[in-house]
């Protein structure tokens, strides 16, 4: 069990690949927004792909041990010690009933953290899955990010101390302040409804991430584009209003003239144009990036893009 | 060879002169309508049908699809997500290549049938609704208040959802949202099943122009209209819909009352939703009585036949053109310097 003693700036139970299936009813999957460090986090402490772990969001939340854990921490480096010694990053750590895990602030590049804990974070499945959706109060610790006195349970699994020691030193992800982002044209793209102008400075243009970004969308400071269209016909007023379409996750969302990328909490349908969407494999830069970090997209095609997957998954599976 | 065939790709596009963001068209031909597949990430594939207009045969085409898809099923294909126009397809393309996927699709667009034999089964679902009430008019307090202190909708919604549509009094506004019933072509519009449902009636489809900027609060239940479609919120939440009412819950997380058995949403896909106007107190009555499970929800299951439907809007032709007109000039004069 594990005592949260200082619930951080926003922390979550989620798990991969979170809610799917329930995109047609407007049930967000959730799930980690840096899906790569969660997966890591998980291996290094010999648990499957499936099982919860927390994600942590720029200021660590301080946690007390309960029983004997094996756990690892991924993603954005946290400063901090545990029993008088600086906190390893990327790898397998085991700790004994009674430990305080008290890091500090994200330092240098990345955003988000994630500790996965061997057999897995015990809260009831909803529609599935135990990530936290906490505009709808459900899913995670009671539906909610965590707060100070909450009690987290742990799964039994494997006894502890009989999980190997490992490394991701050999895979580790680059984590940037400027992040090239691979993407995809479409779904709307010129000329139909924007400039050629428009999709050069798009893909030319170093976006700043806005402060009001988080797991719902990452919203992107630029320029405004022209847009082909003077109006958005029966879809509405705006050059960016179309009728109602689903949306991918990562997909490159003009609301107006701002661009959002909408990840992994955010609305299934809407009526806005979207210029790219960002590849499977790159999205766990936008979980990484910091409000005032800048990112610039890189065109690539699907053949491109899956292959790049495909070797992100082998990547993966040396883990194992 | 990735790069070898995606160039030869790029070649082939540029040739048809269409987008990088196209995979591939099929064009209009008799009775069919055109097809266009957009690229939407390397997990998702957007099906387009038609011109981008609000028309309902293409959500029927949409729908044949989705069946089709699920029917055969196609390996690979993880997840289906219809909207008004479009059928998003999630596959997993380290399984299924985008190119067989395409032929995949091509093959089955030929065996969908023609639109107008389309029939789909759609239940009659009859809600209370208190319009004009004190939540929404609440939460349209609060917007005065804290976001936006002018707008041609304030500081009321249903007065300006009458103007822009040559309506005279709130109280017409509220017989035209009785007159017609409403089809639901969306769920999750926005979050949680919310429905995004269309006037079936032409002569009595409102339309009017979203908020802007966004209202931060909108009561759990609340009714809006939004272009030409009417929303449900189904919880507390952000929104940009005209609101016109309050209704019952649509979502119920733990499925405690028997409406919610099967689901936590309340409504499906082509349900036909009817107003049916009730005083404020009555409406609280009926939302705690549908918790505990003594209201039940006046419910008729029938089907929904595209001909038919076309029989209907044959027969309204001339009405809905005047009142469309009136609505249009109408329109042109409220919602000026918008």
């Known amino acids: 069990m594990i005592e949260v003693i200082n619930a951080g700036l926003y922390t979550t139970v989620q798990d991969y690949p979170g809610r799917v299936g329930y995109w047609n009813v407007g049930i967000p999957p959730s799930g980690p927004m840096d899906a790569l460090a969660f997966r890591i986090a998980n291996k290094l402490v010999s648990n499957g792909d499936h099982e919860a772990g927390l994600e942590i969001t720029a200021i660590n939340p301080a946690l007390k041990f309960l029983s004997d854990a094996t756990v690892a921490l991924a993603g954005a480096k946290l400063r901090g010690t545990i029993n008088g010694k600086e906190v390893p990053w990327w790898e397998t750590l085991y700790v004994e009933k009674g430990t305080v895990l008290s890091l500090g602030a994200v330092q240098g590049p990345g955003w988000r953290s994630y500790l996965a804990v061997g057999g897995g974070i015990d809260v009831p499945d909803y529609l599935g899955s135990k990530s936290t959706f906490p505009q709808a109060h459900f899913g995670g610790y009671e539906g909610h990010p965590l707060m100070k006195g909450d009690l987290i349970h742990i799964n039994k699994g494997i006894p502890e101390f009989h999980r190997p020691w490992k490394s991701a030193a050999a895979i580790l992800p680059q984590y940037e302040t400027e992040w090239e982002v691979g993407a995809i044209p479409g779904p709307h793209a010129a000329p139909d409804f924007f400039t050629p102008v428009d999709v050069e400075m798009f893909y030319n243009t170093q976006w700043r991430v806005h402060y009001n970004s988080n797991r719902l969308g990452y919203r992107l400071e630029g320029p405004k584009p022209q847009f082909a269209r003077k109006d958005g016909g029966e879809g509405g007023r705006h050059p960016s209003n179309v009728p109602d379409y689903a949306y991918a996750i990562g997909t490159v969302n003009f609301t107006g003239d701002m661009p959002i990328i909408l990840t992994v909490d955010g609305p299934s349908l809407g009526g806005f144009v979207s210029l790219a969407t960002v590849t499977t494999s790159e999205l766990w830069k936008i979980g990484q990036a910091k409000p005032h970090d800048f990112i610039r997209f890189k065109k690539l095609t699907v053949e491109e893009a899956i292959e790049q997957l495909s070797r992100q998954e082998q990547l993966l599976q040396s883990l194992a | ?338």
């Open chain 2, 1 to 338: 060879m990735g790069k070898l065939g995606s160039r030869r790709r790029l070649h082939v596009r540029a040739k048809r002169g269409c987008s990088d963001a196209i995979a591939a068209i099929i064009q209009e031909r008799s009775g069919q309508p055109k097809v266009v597949y957009r690229l939407a990430g390397d997990a998702y594939l957007l099906v387009e049908y038609g011109e981008m207009t609000l028309d309902l045969d293409l959500r029927f085409r949409v729908h044949s699809l989705e069946q089709s898809i699920k029917s055969i099923p196609v390996e690979g294909v993880l997840e289906t997500v219809p909207g008004v126009r479009s059928l998003l397809i999630k596959y997993n393309g380290l399984q299924l290549p985008l190119s067989r996927l395409l032929d995949t699709l091509k093959a089955i667009e030929k065996s969908l049938p023609p639109i107008q034999e389309v029939e789909v089964p759609s239940r009659v679902i009859h809600l209370p609704i208190a319009f004009h009430d004190r939540w929404t008019l609440e939460a349209i307090a609060k917007y005065i208040q804290s976001v936006r202190a002018e707008a041609p909708y304030l500081p009321d919604n249903v007065q300006f959802v009458a103007r822009c549509n040559g309506l005279e009094s709130i109280e017409q506004v509220i017989t035209y949202l009785q007159a017609t019933q409403h089809l639901v072509i969306g769920l999750g519009d926005v979050y949680l099943g919310a429905p995004c449902a269309v006037p079936l009636d032409p002569r009595y489809r409102l339309v009017v122009p979203k908020y802007n900027p966004a209202r931060i609060y909108t009561p759990e239940g609340g009714v809006g209209i939004g272009g030409s479609y009417i929303c449900i919120y189904p919880m507390e939440s952000p929104g940009g819909y005209q609101l016109v009412g309050r209704t019952l819950s649509i979502w119920n997380t733990w499925q405690t009352a028997p409406a919610f058995a099967e689901a936590p949403w309340l409504l499906r896909l082509f349900d036909r939703i009817q107003f049916e106007s009730t005083s404020e107190d009555e409406l609280l009555n009926a939302r705690e009585a549908m918790l505990s499970g003594s209201y039940t929800l006046r419910i008729e299951e029938e089907t929904f036949s595209v001909k038919e439907y076309k029989k209907f809007l044959d027969s309204v032709r001339d009405e809905a053109e005047t009142f469309k007109a009136r609505q249009k000039r109408a329109a042109k004069q409220w919602t000026k310097g918008y």
